[in-house]
Antibody
Framework: QVQLQESGPGLVKPSETLSLICTVS????????WTWIRQPAGKGLEWIGR???????NYSPSLKSRVTMSVDTSQNQFSLKLTSVTAADTAVYYC??????????????WGLGTMVTVSS | QSALTQPASVSGSPGQSITISCTGT?????????VSWYQQHPGKAPKLMIY???DRPSGVSNRFSGSKSGNTASLTISGLQAEDEADYYC??????????FGGGTKVTVL
């Protein structure tokens, strides 16, 4: 049974870079798309972007200028970098599997989420 | 890209059926059968309930069903139970090769 686990600093200073890693266990990371989604406290879900194991990416237009995703198949991990963060980037960040590739056109497996606060 | 439009809240009594709408545009919901629905209990990660408009993952109760007409997708919960009280989000693929979520609907079991 595939499981996802987000990891990274829980506190990031304004204007710095938020960096998160998602570790995949129970299955190979290959042949799937992998996605980052965030949720500010009390608000809805926001799609950040996705990456295929080939390294091909698609990003949200509103975040595209600040987002970089990468994948490390040897470690069964993928990562998110968000630059020039502000308080508006404070949220729970989720990693998820899909959509597409070897799985359904949906986010079918989710990590538990990690809270990231942007504050000095 | 604009978020999909969902009602802020829907309520029903145990045993009743409720329907949550998710309205998009011809650039997302109206053009693709890549609509999915997620259930989120407080403090928990979302859980996939419906994918590709109307398919259910194994383990999801058949009380949950999905449909689509034009630019609007719908999630119906029949035989409402106390455990169904949660937030529900729809999501759709878009013509920009991105995904967009709805604002979420809080379901209350009276």
């Amino acid at each position: 049974q595939v499981q996802l686990q987000e990891s990274g600093p829980g506190l990031v200073k304004p204007s710095e870079t938020l960096s998160l890693i998602c570790t995949v266990s129970g299955d190979s990371i290959s042949n799937y798309f992998w996605t980052w989604i965030r949720q500010p406290a009390g608000k809805g879900l926001e799609w950040i972007g996705r990456i295929y194991t080939s390294g091909s990416t698609n990003y949200s237009p509103s975040l595209k200028s600040r987002v970089t995703m990468s994948v490390d198949t040897s470690q069964n991990q993928f990562s998110l970098k968000l630059t020039s963060v502000t308080a508006a980037d404070t949220a729970v960040y989720y990693c998820a599997r899909g959509p597409g590739g070897a799985t359904r056109e949906a986010f079918d497996v989710w990590g538990l989420g990690t809270m990231v606060t942007v504050s000095s | 890209q604009s978020a999909l439009t969902q009602p802020a809240s829907v309520s029903g009594s145990p045993g009743q059926s409720i329907t949550i709408s998710c309205t998009g545009t011809s650039s997302d919901v109206g053009s693709y059968n890549r609509v999915s629905w997620y259930q989120q209990h407080p403090g928990k990660a979302p859980k996939l309930m419906i994918y590709e408009v109307s398919d259910r993952p194994s383990g999801v109760s058949n009380r949950f069903s999905g449909s689509k007409s034009g630019n609007t997708a719908s999630l119906t919960i029949s035989g409402l139970q106390a455990e169904d009280e949660a937030d529900y989000y729809c999501s759709s693929f878009t013509s920009s090769i991105t995904w967009v979520f709805g604002g979420g609907t809080k379901v209350t079991v009276l």
